[in-house]
């Protein structure tokens, strides 16, 4: 698949996510919503759809995950590699304080 096709199917998965996200309103609170987003079951309700339409959103949302998590596998795996290659390039002293020039992540 192609970066456009990619682009595209990602596009789509969030429009739709962020569209049944904003109609949730008091839902969350009832228990209707999963941590990553809507339900199926809950898009099903609100936006009516048909079980193959379910049935494809399931399958788009579920591949997306799949994707989303290899990427952010290479990702941290191309940070290892970087930082590897700058501990090489760096004296002890200067890794230390370009360590300590990084800026602090709070904790989610």
Same mark, same amino acid.
């Given at each position: 698949?192609?970066?456009? #096709?990619?682009?595209?199917?990602?596009?789509? #998965?969030?429009?739709?996510?962020?569209?049944?996200? #904003?109609?949730?309103? /008091? /839902?969350?609170?009832?228990?209707?919503?999963?941590?990553?987003?809507?339900?199926?079951?809950?898009?099903?309700?609100?936006?009516?759809?048909?079980?193959?339409?379910? /049935?494809?959103?399931?399958?788009? !949302?579920?591949?997306?995950?799949?994707?989303?998590?290899?990427?952010?596998?290479?990702?941290?795996?191309?940070? /290892?590699?970087?930082?590897?290659?700058?501990?090489?390039?760096?004296?002890?002293?200067?890794?230390?304080? !370009?360590?300590?020039?990084?800026?602090?992540?709070?904790?989610?």
């Amino acid at each position: 698949m192609n970066i456009k #096709a990619a682009l595209l199917t990602s596009a789509i #998965a969030l429009t739709v996510a962020t569209s049944a996200y #904003a109609e949730r309103s /008091d /839902d969350c609170s009832k228990g209707k919503m999963q941590k990553r987003g809507p339900s199926i079951a809950h898009l099903q309700e609100k936006l009516d759809l048909t079980d193959k339409q379910a /049935d494809s959103l399931k399958v788009l !949302f579920e591949e997306q995950r799949a994707k989303q998590k290899a990427l952010r596998k290479t990702h941290k795996e191309n940070r /290892d590699i970087m930082h590897e290659k700058i501990s090489n390039i760096l004296t002890k002293e200067q890794l230390e304080e !370009f360590k300590e020039m990084k800026p602090k992540k709070p904790h989610r």
